[in-house]
């Protein structure tokens, strides 16, 4: 009897402490959550869609950035995909507080999709951002509206609205992968540079491009106005690019050369004769 009741008072010394141990966090002040530094994922079918923030603001600006992961055998595409495809648009109208957000593309790549060259990427891609408050004193809060393609055995449109307050202090863990995207964007060349970097020579119905160093050229992405388009391929050392219309075909066009090589990346203007 005297070891059942010891236990009945164990059992009851036990109840009573974790009730005082629950009513005592009852009363306690909840601890502030940290800043949200992500949103939760818009998610498509084969697809999903993350605004990041890098960290508060640096330079009059704060750094973000725009996720598009891929299932695997997934395509999204780059400004000018080329003939099919759909490049992605971003909308930032309804964002608070913001005077201008510069929407960085990181270098991408030629895929054979069902036949047809697209330039895109297949894999997980974060597009930089640098957002520009109207008042650097005041909170910002980007509002983001995407249509974007994401292309597997079909191609889907898809589109992510998503908003988020970026914080003003505080240590982002997403700083790491937005700084590897920034590292991905083609730094921008002038003319005169482009000059030395680049020989454009008129050859049949298009031209050849030859590309100095530093570095071997690995590919090339050429970009002009609707309704023309460019295609570009490898020959040999240099590569050949061919103009496209869906409309009257002009004398002359000015376009955006981007070009990857083993040391770096670059986008460069140029003339079209």
């Known amino acids: ?20 141990l629950s009513a005592a966090a009852a009363q306690a002040p909840a601890r502030a959550a940290g800043p949200d530094f992500a ?20 330079d009059g600006a704060y750094r973000a950035g725009v996720e598009i992961s891929l299932d695997p055998h997934t395509v999204t595409y780059w400004r000018q995909p080329g003939e099919a495809g759909s490049p992605p648009v971003f909308d930032f109208s309804k964002s608070t ?34 957002v520009v408050p109207k008042d650097p004193a005041s909170p910002v809060t980007l509002d983001m509206r995407l249509d974007y393609a994401a292309c597997g055995k079909i ?4 589109k992510a609205d998503l908003s988020l307050a970026l914080p003003q202090t505080g240590a982002s863990p997403f700083a790491a992968v937005v700084a590897a995207a920034e590292r991905r964007v083609p730094a921008k060349i002038g003319a005169a540079d482009a ?23 690995k ?53 079209l004769e």
């Open 155 to 158: 191609c889907l449109p898809a």
């Open 97 to 130: 507080n913001v005077a201008t957000v510069e929407v960085a593309y990181p270098a991408p790549k030629h895929i054979d999709e069902a036949g047809t060259v697209v330039v895109g990427y297949d894999e997980t891609v974060i597009f930089p951002l640098k």
């Open 195 to 217: 000059k030395k970097r680049l020989s454009l020579k008129k050859a049949g119905d298009g031209w050849r491009l030859s590309v100095a160093g530093p570095g071997k050229a």
């Open 39 to 58: 949103t939760a994922p818009a998610k498509g079918s084969v697809s999903a869609v993350r605004l990041l923030a890098a960290g508060p603001i640096h």
């Open 1 to 20: 009897m005297k070891s059942l009741e010891s236990k009945t008072r164990a059992i009851l010394a036990s109840t009573i402490a974790m009730a005082v």
């Open 219 to 271: 590919d090339v992405f050429a970009e002009v106005q609707e309704p023309l388009f460019i295609e570009s391929r490898r020959d040999g050392k240099d590569f050949s690019l061919t103009l496209f219309s869906t409309g009257p075909v002009p004398k002359s066009a000015d376009a955006t050369l981007t070009v990857l090589t083993d040391k770096d990346a670059f986008e460069a203007p140029a003339h």
